[in-house]
């Protein structure tokens, strides 16, 4: 499998940047409703995200 196949941009792409951002919509969630666990969600989302940005700066 190479770097341009669809589905290995799908399986390191598209799914962890899909799954980052539930974290971060979580944690927004959780904060409009006045629980304290919704920063953990959302910081850890955020930081997710940045990461993954990260590993698709270095693979380009």
């Known amino acids: ?3 341009s196949d669809p589905r290995f941009i799908y399986i390191l792409v598209s799914l962890p940047i899909m ?3 539930t974290l971060v919509a979580d944690g927004i969630a959780k904060i409009l409703h006045e629980k304290n666990c919704g920063w953990i969600s959302l910081f850890s989302g955020i930081v997710f995200l940045l ?3 990260v590993v698709i700066l270095l693979l380009q």
Do not use: D
Request: charged share 0%; glycine share 22%; proline share 0%.
């Open 51 to 53: 990461t993954m940005g």
């Open 19 to 21: 799954f980052g951002v």
């Open 1 to 3: 499998m190479s770097f």
